[in-house]
């Protein structure tokens, strides 16, 4: 047996082995988190108001957080612009690679194929302004630490590659759908013999281990922030906020 | 009703242009601390006096049990991504420069401790993972500038995520006065009120005194009857006002007295509380607990009808809390909690003062209004305050849209503050508010808070602002014909 071919069965064993690590990981480890805060109880009214009085406001008020980020709008109009730009991006991304999970591929995925690639510039154009801007502000700069740094590499190194591999050398796409729906399937193949994608794959796995304890949580976390998530009914007879833990006094 | 999103708003640039961020001066805020507690305080509500033996496993453990009791806390213990968007919305680092006032600068000492006990990455890899011990640089990071937030939440409104930097400070307080370290102010307030009945530590006696010697003086100028009862049992309402307010803001206290005449109602206020403003929310949840109580087992003992909090914006966010903190209230009429601001605006709306108020009486004052912190960002009282205004100011300017409403300014002394060894971080605080009332060239800056009817003569004296300062209801009463 060649050498090469070895040393690209081993590559290949590792990253399947990763790959079923990193989603245990992953899922055990935002699990876990979940748990933590929904066990948690809110033990007095945290809203902060102006707040909507109702339960169909608070939920209105944290989809428009999700979607639109009105607070980073008001806070930094260049932030909000290079958060928001890098957040489509991602999303756009991140729905267009369905293409490699599912079989029949919805209709939807591969209508946007002729701007795909316009969304994966777009973040990458967007990670790189956040992380000047990370640089070049002084008060930015102050905060700015070494796990700051890591996710925005991890995400930077995942753009770059996922660019690359896409444009200047194309992974052959029915090779990377084998490899995806064999560890969907429990039934692995071969990955591609593709050293990008390799890297860009091995990126995304260390993003997924990393991720539930990471700040990236904020992803699940903007829907658990209790100043946003809950209606003002401090007046409202039979709202009364009950706080769980509570003791009488001695 | 009045429009007033028609009134005159100073647009932006002109403001923004005065309070562009400062460089940045690493620590020049650190030597700015509150003196510590002393024992004779301590003891009496039930706090160490000075540093308990195995102090830091003792701060961990509490904290581990505030992890669990608080989700606000817990999340945001996570989520924050740096992003940087808070970094220029602090007052006290807007006056001061000191990039530890950033909100996200404080809430990382604190959550610099938590990566390094409660996460994997930082128990294992603390320097990877920006964590730190909770050594006693670290308790001494947190006591400067712990007590170098006032709680107000400005932060909230701009975090993306509505990170309350004010649930992290009370945490960070209440881990601290577990281990026997907290400030002389807040312990000597609240024991104050254990005392006798308010923040003041008047007596019984002498607040009665006050009363009658404000109703001599009212007859005297006025010729009025008005009458400011104390513990009168079986009236309709008690009133809980600040106890500056018998002190300092007599104004407001005359202003109480004269508005309940008008309307007949007959109220009291209680020597056993006569006081609305909540240290115990800077200090810990039990006192703040035991605090809030004595409102209402005040008003038991005086079998009133109703609760009416009276210009305090700390009394108003504890008010927020107390169905939650002492049980329901449904032995009082309801709605409950309930400001008087409200039931003014209630009563102005239904029409029970047409034709009684004159607006002239307020024409040598242009007034613009300060919203205090926690009755705009955490008590929904933003349009009330300004509907009374409309119906008793003729001259009446907004300061600038980022100074107003829920992007208030803290007045620099809220949330333990005002005490005087920490004038400069006071007077560096309350610079962007003094320069949002310059700019709209006011000569009376209206407010519901006595804490910041406390802070402001004294921020706008210091940052050279000719303004008067007082209560909306001051105002209110200045214009209703008797």
Redesign the interface.
């Known amino acids: 047996m060649e050498s090469s071919t070895v040393i690209w069965s081993l590559i290949s064993y590792f990253l399947i082995g990763l790959a079923y690590f990193a989603a245990l990981a992953f899922a055990l480890g935002m699990l876990g988190k979940l748990i933590g805060y929904l066990r948690t109880p809110m033990p007095w009214p945290e809203v902060t108001t102006p707040a909507p009085t109702t339960e169909g406001g608070a939920v209105l008020r944290v989809l428009g957080d999700v979607t639109l980020f009105p607070n980073l709008f008001k806070a930094d109009k260049w932030l909000w612009a290079g958060a928001w730009l890098f957040h489509i991006g991602l999303a756009a991304i991140l729905f267009r690679h369905l293409r490699y999970f599912t079989y029949p591929v919805p209709s939807l995925v591969l209508y946007m194929e002729p701007v795909a690639l316009f969304f994966g510039y777009l973040f990458g154009a967007a990670a790189l302004f956040l992380f000047w801007r990370r640089m070049a502000l002084p008060r930015t700069l102050y905060i700015s630490n070494i796990p700051d740094y890591i996710a925005l590499a991890l995400m930077g190194g995942i753009a770059a590659t996922g660019i690359l591999v896409s444009t200047w050398a194309k992974v052959y796409l029915v090779d990377v759908k084998a490899f995806m729906l064999g560890l969907l399937t429990f039934d692995p193949v071969m990955p591609p013999q593709h050293p990008l994608f390799v890297i860009h794959f091995t990126l995304v796995l260390l993003l997924l281990i990393y991720f539930p304890s990471s700040k990236l949580l904020h992803a699940g976390g903007i829907f658990l922030s209790p100043s946003r998530n809950s209606p003002y009914q401090v007046q409202i007879a039979g709202k009364r906020h009950v706080n769980p833990w509570d003791k009488p006094l001695r | 009703m009045a429009k007033f999103d028609e009134t005159p708003i100073i647009k932006d640039p002109a403001i923004e242009g005065i309070l562009t ?1 400062p ?2 001066r ?1 620590h020049i805020a650190s030597g700015v601390r509150c003196w510590p507690s002393k024992e004779k305080d301590t003891e009496k509500i039930n706090l160490p006096s000075s540093l308990v033996p195995d102090w830091q496993n003792k701060a961990i453990e509490k904290f581990a049990e505030l ?6 806390l ?3 213990m ?12 602090c007052q006290f680092y807007l006056g001061t420069g000191d ?1 530890q006032n ?1 909100p ?2 404080r809430a ?1 000492l604190m959550r610099k401790v938590y990566r390094r006990y409660f ?3 930082g128990r294992n890899m603390p ?4 964590s730190a011990d909770f050594d006693e640089e670290m308790l001494h990071q947190w006591y400067t500038y712990f007590y170098q937030c006032s709680e107000c ?1 400005r932060c ?9 930097t004010a ?1 992290i400070t009370m945490a960070a307080r209440e881990i601290m006065s577990s281990i026997g370290v907290s400030t002389k102010y807040v312990t000597e307030v609240v024991a104050k009120v254990y005392d006798t009945g308010n923040n003041l530590g008047i007596p019984a006696p002498a607040w009665i005194d006050n009363c009658q010697f404000l109703e001599e003086d009212i007859q005297e100028e006025t010729g009025l009857p008005i009458r400011f009862p104390v513990d009168d049992y079986g009236a309709d309402v008690l009133l809980v006002p600040p106890s500056a307010d018998n002190f300092a803001n007599t104004d407001t206290m005359i202003a109480y007295g004269k508005l309940f005449y008008k309307l007949g109602i007959r109220w009291t206020t209680s020597t056993y509380c006569n006081e609305g403003g909540n240290f115990g929310l800077f200090l810990n ?2 006192n703040m ?2 605090v809030n ?1 004595r409102i209402i087992d005040a008003a038991r003992m005086l079998n009133v009808k109703t609760i009416l909090w009276g210009e305090c914006g700390h009394a108003w966010r504890g008010a ?2 107390t ?3 002492n049980g ?1 209230m449904d032995m009082f009429d ?5 400001h008087i601001h409200q039931m003014l605006v209630k009563l102005l709306r239904q029409g029970v003062f047409k034709g009684q108020l004159d607006k002239s009486a307020n024409d040598h004052y242009v007034v613009t209004y300060h919203d205090p912190c926690n009755t ?5 009282l ?1 349009d009330e305050p300004r509907e009374v205004l409309g119906y008793c100011v003729n001259n009446f300017i907004e300061m600038p849209r980022d100074t107003i ?3 208030t300014y803290c007045c620099g002394a809220g949330g333990g503050l005002l005490t005087d060894e920490l004038m400069p971080i006071r007077m560096a605080g309350g610079k962007p508010r003094a320069l949002a009332v310059k700019h709209t060239q006011a000569n009376f800056l209206s407010t519901i808070c006595a804490i910041c009817k406390a802070q402001l003569p004294d921020s706008m004296k210091y940052w050279d602002v000719p303004v008067e300062v007082g209560g909306v209801l001051q105002l209110f009463t200045n214009a209703l014909k008797y």
């Open positions: 961020p460089a940045l690493e992890l669990d009791k608080n989700q606000a817990r999340v945001y996570d989520i924050c991504v740096r992003c940087g968007a808070c970094t220029d919305k990039p950033f996200v600068a990382e996460t994997t990455g320097g990877l993972n920006d939440r909230s409104v701009f975090c993306p995520y509505g990170i309350d649930e949840y039990e607990k035991k109580k927020i809390l169905p939650t903190l329901p309801p709605p409950y909690p309930y705009a960002r955490a008590g929904q933003l409403r829920e992007n």
